[in-house]
Each structure stands twice: as C-alpha cells, then as structure tokens.
C-alpha cells in the first residue's frame, strides 16, 4: 500500500539531498492519539477532557503540526470540539468521511495506528512541548528566509526598516509558544500586599511619574508603568506642549524618556524645551531677535538640556505601533527609560494596510498598550479629536467620542483627557481668579499687557485685578480627565502661557491661609 502522506516540496529525494525542516511524526501522532484515545477505566475520559483542556490553553492551531494529513485531523478535531460534538476515533472518522478527507489522511487504518501508538492521554504535555519546539525552529527557519529575501528585494525598504521588522518577528515568535497561566487569588496577595506596606510607610501622595500639573498628579497618582495614557485636543490647543511639559518635568527628575515626534522635526523638539526651560519667547529663539537679559537663561537652559543624557528623540516621519514597540524595548534595556511619549497617534501607520483608517489606528493604539504593559512603562500618547468637538459645543469640554478612530483607543487607553478652551467672561471673578497667580513669560515691549490697566474684579471681599490684555499673553485650557481605569475623573485647570509655549497650573494648591483671605 502506498504512504498516502501529503508530502511537500514535489517529491522524493535523495537522504542526502533531503533536509526537512524540523519536525517529530511521532509526536504530532501522539497529540492526536491524546485527543482520539477511547476511554476505558474511571478517570479516562476527565484525563481525555484535560488534554483537549491544555491543547486550548496552549493555543495550538493546525500550523503547529508540519505533516499535512495531521493538520486536516487536528482542523476536524477542533470544529467538533466548538461544534460540542462527542471526540472519539468513530466519530472523527464519520466526520472525515462526510467531508471527504478521510482517504487523504489515511482512512480508518491510520486513525487505528494514532490511537494504538497512545494508551493513555497523561503524556499530552510531552507531546505538546515537542510539537510546539519543531513549530518554532520551522517560524525561526521561515523568519531567517523571509529576511533573506528583503535584503536582497530591491524596494525602498531601509536597513533600520528590516532590522526593526526582524527584532519585532522574532519577539512576538519568542512568545508565541508560550501558554497563558493563570493564577490563582491568594497567589497574588503577598506582593499586593508588600506594596500596600511600602505605600502606607511611605505615604506617597504621587506612586508613578510625577507631572508639573498638581491637579492631574492628584488624580492619577502619577503617570503610572503599564498604563496608557492619551492627551486629546483639536489643532493648535496645546498637545505638543502638554506633552514636552510632562517631558521636561520627568527629566529634570532623572527619569529617561523616549520621544516619537511625527509631527515635528529634532530642531523645533529643542527649541520648544530650550524656550520653555528659559520662560523666552519661542520666536525670539528662531529669529535670533532676544535681548540680552535673556542671554543667561537661555544658556542655563541650554547646559540643563545637554545634562538629559537619557532623554531618546526619534523624529522618523512613518513610524508603526511595532516601531514603537521595538525601539522602546531596546531603549529600556539600554538606557532604562521610564516614559515614551508619541506626539502623534492619528499620524502613525500600521504595519499593514487595511484598507480601513479606523482599523488601522485601532492596531497602532494596541500596539501602544502592548508597549506599556509589557515594557512595564508610561506611555502618554497624543491624539487629534474631530471637528464635531466644535460644533455647537464652544467652550464645553469635549467627549472621549471626539476622538478621531477613536473606538479602540477609547478601550485601550487607562487614562484619557481631553484639552479645550473654555468660555472666560472678564467679568465674572470665578472666571478671572486665577490672573492673581501668573504673570507672562517674555511679553514683548509693545506688548498691551504692558500699556494696559488692570481692572479690579471682586466677589464677596475678595478681588483680583484683571489686565484687559491677558488674551495676548495667556490661554486659559482646562484638561478634562474623561477616563481613569483606577481613578476618578474630573477637572484640571490650565493656564498656557503663549510666549515660551508651556502649561501651568492655574490655582496655586499650595496657598496659605493668609493668602486664601484675599485671593482664590
């Protein structure tokens, strides 16, 4: 009789010509006899049940098995266990027969040799570690051919672009064959606990990456590790520089930080942070047009910066989720970085097309999710909300609707809060209140700020004096936290300082008893 085997390569060889990539007929076999043998003592069939039990929980898929009739029984095997039609050698043959396979596979014969081969199902670990170690060295074997033929493809794929594909295949293969455990309840206490004690000893108002923003550290303990957290906000409103504020704040505390900026190049990265850390007038500094007594500190500003040894500027214009992920990785084991900032989402790409947008960003906001959770860091990411946050809505706060392809990054993201500009009525002492706390950075000389006189507001004996001129100088932004997976959500108020581009709260939290008598 001859081997019915579907064999691959279109024929037979000589044994030294021959190489297979590798694999184990015997244990393929044995997997499949785990699933078919007929139970005949007390406890076989729960031993029968258990297996099928780990091949789930493994993720086993058809591809694991390299002999082709093996995959057409597994295939069967699997539909008959969603279908909950009963496993066992007669109804998996009834089953092949009707779908007109079961000659491919070997008929009844083979089917009896698989089962006779296996007396008992107890073995199926051994026969899974086997299997899924050849299905490994064959994707390692079909990784290395594939990269082979994009080195020598011509196209305008770059070396980084196929370095950075290989350092992503080969993880995600790394991790493939590993099975998914859970752990049981009590199993998780203790570290729970060790940190409840930490927590409680130290009393750590802030338990991740503090912000310059007291509102939004009070509200979300920190930018936490494993958390995804997404600043959202309409053009020209402030996300870049919400961002280089969390930036500059978690480098000056000697965290590294790693930025994917595809919207804005190295040089106007540094400009932002130089005139921000030196409360300048950004324009000054790209036009060369600052005075002398901001000579110093610019400098200072500019000796502060070159000390950010860990602070990773990636400006590609096309980047993917798995870029991200891959060059975060190699940042944390290199240079042990703490946050990744990607400034921003809507601009990424996927690693493959969808034909979709909303599906193509719903992979990179995954991939940004997979980067926290994995990677054990801070990832905040800015977004673009849509042009229905205007409508009808001015000076409201904004939905976590009005997330542009938002579906999936409303899911992934831990945290998300949305940047807008309210309504300020001049007039109204609750509106203008906290003028008493700020003064501009940098106002130019023929500034109104500088002409104007300021208009005193009061309320209930407490009063504040209003410069007509404020809008020149400052923006009033609120940052609304419309979602906090391990929090409460709420209010962050802002003020924008327009010269030097940077966010500050825009009450003092801090105030004295003295001060909260005659100002708020």
């Not at 258990?50 to 789930?56: G, I, K, N, R």
């Not at 600052?290 to 500027?313: C, N, P, Q, S, T």
């Not at 990677?375 to 542009?404: F, H, I, N, T, Y």
Request: aromatic share 6%; charged share 30%.
């Amino acid at each position: 009789m001859s081997d019915p085997t579907p064999r691959r390569g279109g024929g037979r060889q000589a044994a030294d010509d021959l190489r297979l990539p590798p694999h184990s007929s015997d244990a393929e076999r044995g997997v499949l006899g785990c699933l078919l043998v007929e139970p005949v003592g007390e406890g076989d069939e729960m031993v029968r049940r258990e297996a099928m039990d780990e091949v789930l929980k493994r993720k086993i898929g058809a591809d694991h098995f390299y002999e082709l009739r093996h995959q057409v029984i597994f295939r069967r095997l699997m539909r008959m266990a969603e279908a909950g039609t009963p496993v066992g050698l007669m109804t998996v043959m009834l089953e092949l027969r009707e779908a007109g396979n079961l000659d491919e596979v070997g008929g009844i014969t083979y089917l009896n040799e698989i089962v006779q081969a296996v007396p008992s199902a107890a073995n199926i670990g051994y026969y899974l570690e086997v299997v899924e170690e050849k299905w490994a060295l064959r994707r390692v074997l079909h990784l290395c051919v594939e990269t082979t033929v994009r080195v020598y493809e011509p196209g305008e794929t770059t070396v980084k672009q196929i370095v950075s594909r290989f350092e992503a295949d080969a993880m995600m293969l790394s991790e493939a064959h590993v099975p998914t455990e859970f752990v049981p309840l009590p199993g998780c206490l203790p570290a729970y606990i060790d940190a409840l004690e930490k927590r409680h000893m130290g009393k750590q108002e802030i338990t991740g990456l503090a912000t310059p923003f007291w509102y939004l550290n009070n509200i979300t303990c920190g930018l936490q590790p494993r958390e995804l957290v997404v600043i959202g906000a309409r053009p020209s409103c402030g996300k870049t520089s919400f961002a280089c504020d969390v930036m500059r704040y978690t480098l000056a505390n000697g965290k590294g930080v790693l930025f994917f900026s595809v919207e804005m190049a190295r040089q106007e990265i540094m400009g932002r942070i130089v005139a921000a850390e030196a409360r300048c007038d950004g324009l000054k500094l790209r036009n060369g047009f600052w005075y002398e007594d901001k000579e110093a500190a610019i400098m200072g500003a500019v000796e502060k910066v070159r000390g950010w040894d860990r602070f990773l500027i990636d400006d590609r214009s096309v980047v993917t989720g798995q870029d991200v992920f891959v060059s975060a990785r190699r940042a944390k084991r290199q240079h042990n970085i703490d946050l990744v900032v990607v400034d921003y989402l809507q601009l990424m790409q996927a690693v493959r097309s969808y034909g979709n947008r909303v599906e193509e960003v719903a992979e990179v906001s995954k991939w940004l999710k997979r980067t926290a959770k994995e990677l054990d860091l801070a990832v905040l990411a800015c977004a673009q909300l849509s042009r229905d946050s205007e409508k009808d809505r001015a000076g409201r706060p904004p939905l976590m609707s009005d997330l542009r392809e938002c579906g999936q990054i409303e899911q992934d993201a831990d945290v998300i809060g949305l940047l807008y500009e309210p309504k300020v009525d001049d007039d109204d002492f609750d509106d203008v209140k906290w003028m008493a706390h700020h003064t501009p950075d940098d106002p130019k000389e023929d500034s109104e700020w500088n002409t104007s006189t300021p208009v005193p507001v009061s309320k209930a004996g407490r009063k504040v004096d209003v410069n007509p001129a404020w809008r020149e100088e400052f923006r009033r932004i609120n940052l609304v936290i419309a979602k906090n997976r391990n929090g409460q959500t709420g209010p962050c108020e802002l003020v924008f300082q327009r010269r030097s581009a940077r966010f500050v709260d825009a009450h003092s939290p801090k105030r004295t008893k003295e001060e909260k008598g005659q100002l708020i």
